[in-house]
């Protein structure tokens, strides 16, 4: 009885060492960083719950640790494979890209459990406020420069740039870094205006009509400011 307890605090500590090391491997001041990232984003959600202000964003700061921790191992694991020169050139992207299908998996899957962690913590709007302010607000900057460059879109359009965005918000939550999460949205923009020009759109025509209006608009301001002065 008392080597099985003896056992059992063992594996504890064990584990509890692991935990503790897995951690080591970052450095404390990205530690702070990741802390100062997902406070900045909980501010926004005006949660009015000091404690639930502090569970969320250990959540979200642990969200970006363990991406780190993950695409840092495969990026050093893929270092060393493009580094070893004994490896033919097939060779090395093989291994490579199992090395990275194999991350992805990893990634997919500590999306599905963060998303679940945010959902005991907040609602469906919250978690949409959590996701936008990880990836910078590309998703309503962009929905609303589509709508206005593109003024009579219609329902079935509108709905179509949504749903992509939403998607390409969905992978760029994961990005490692702010260069991957703009490639996500840049990804399906791509598809967007594949899809409009399908549609009937000169999409170089109205991109162009669009900052002529934008430039108007701004000449219109700075005149209404003057004369108010």
Excluded at 14 to 20: E, I, K, R, Y
């Amino acid at each position: 009885m008392a080597l099985r307890k003896f056992n059992i605090s063992f594996l504890a500590l064990v584990f509890a060492f692991s935990a503790l090391n897995a951690q080591q491997h970052l450095d404390p001041e990205y530690i702070k960083v990741t802390n100062e990232r997902a406070a900045k984003i909980v501010a926004k959600l005006d949660l009015k719950d000091a404690k639930k202000e502090t569970s969320v964003s250990n959540i979200i700061a642990q969200q970006f640790r363990d991406l780190s921790e993950i695409q840092d191992g495969r990026d050093a694991e893929i270092k060393k494979i493009k580094d070893d020169s004994s490896l033919a050139k097939e060779k090395q992207n093989e291994k490579i890209d199992k090395l990275k299908s194999k991350a992805d998996e990893s990634i997919e899957k500590l999306h599905k459990s963060y998303l679940k962690k945010l959902g005991k913590e907040l609602s469906e709007d919250k978690i949409t406020e959590v996701k936008d302010g990880m990836t910078y607000g590309v998703l309503p900057i962009t929905v609303a420069g589509y709508n206005d460059m593109l003024p009579n879109l219609n329902a079935e359009q509108k709905d179509y740039i949504y749903k992509a965005l939403v998607e390409a918000r969905e992978h760029a939550m994961d990005g490692g870094s702010s260069k991957e999460k703009h490639g996500w949205f840049g990804k399906y923009k791509g598809r967007i205006n594949n899809y409009l020009s399908k549609q009937g759109y000169d999409l170089n025509k109205e991109s162009a009509d669009w900052h002529k209006r934008i430039e108007e608009r701004e000449k219109s301001k700075v005149k209404d400011s003057t004369s108010k002065e």
